[in-house]
């Protein structure tokens, strides 16, 4: 791709994402969910992640979006699917 058609099609992206609402932007993020991963952090032997719940990614949550990973329906399962202490209620 030329250098100039690259900005050009940079700055499209910015004016829909300028036009889109909150829902639509969630939307969006509902269709390619499967090919998002949210980094959460490391230690000296494992990078922290999660995928993105299945059936409910991503949510309008007031003014902000809500991403929901694969771990938010359950009590600790991210603490005990990586061996770390769990949160006490």
Do not use: W
């Not at 639509?24 to 490391?42: E, H, K, P, W, Y």
């Not at 990614?57 to 929901?68: D, F, S």
């Amino acid at each position: 791709m030329q250098k100039g058609k690259e900005k050009q099609y940079k700055g499209d992206l910015i004016e829909i994402a300028n036009q889109l609402s909150l829902v639509d932007m969630c939307q969006l993020i509902n269709i390619f969910s499967d090919r998002i991963t949210v980094f959460i952090g490391a230690n000296k032997k494992v990078m922290l992640g999660a995928d993105l719940h299945p059936e409910c990614p991503a949510v309008p949550n007031g003014a902000i979006i809500q991403l929901n990973s694969e771990y938010s329906e359950k009590d600790n399962s991210f603490a005990r699917a990586y061996n770390l202490q769990e949160v006490k209620a």
